[in-house]
């Protein structure tokens, strides 16, 4: 079961911290990702990690700007937003895959989804 939080209503060039909580598994194996999905349009690959090495991947839109990281110990996920812009808008999940031999940007290949949080950024 996945927990996301910490999304809100930011101004463009805040930061913002999601959290991504993990439960009922070790995810040691998987790969953990964000997605977003705004208003009218397709869910979106943002950022994935590979649990077990760390090993990243973004979008290009949100590369330098974006960092995802975990925390073993609490099996958490986060997604560090910095440079926040209003097209960042949008409700964000965090996801599981099984893969972890490369790290997957179609969401089909994903099976455990959290319930998403919303990302408000004001121009």
């Known amino acids: 079961q996945l927990q996301a939080s910490g999304g809100g209503l930011v101004q463009a060039g805040g930061s913002l911290r999601l959290s991504c909580a993990v439960s009922g598994r070790t995810i040691v194996g998987y790969t953990v990702a964000w997605f977003r999905q705004a208003l009218g349009q397709e869910r979106e690959f943002v950022a994935g990690?590979?649990?077990?090495?760390?090993?990243?991947s973004y979008a290009d839109s949100v590369k330098d700007r974006f960092t995802i990281s975990r925390d073993n110990a609490k099996n958490m996920g986060y997604l560090q937003m910095n440079s926040l812009k209003p097209e960042d808008t949008a409700i964000y999940f965090c996801a599981l895959s099984r893969l972890s031999s490369r790290i997957p940007v179609d969401q089909r290949e994903y099976a455990s989804w959290g319930q998403g949080t919303l990302v408000t950024v004001s121009s």
């Open positions: 990690m590979k649990w077990r090495d760390g090993i990243t």
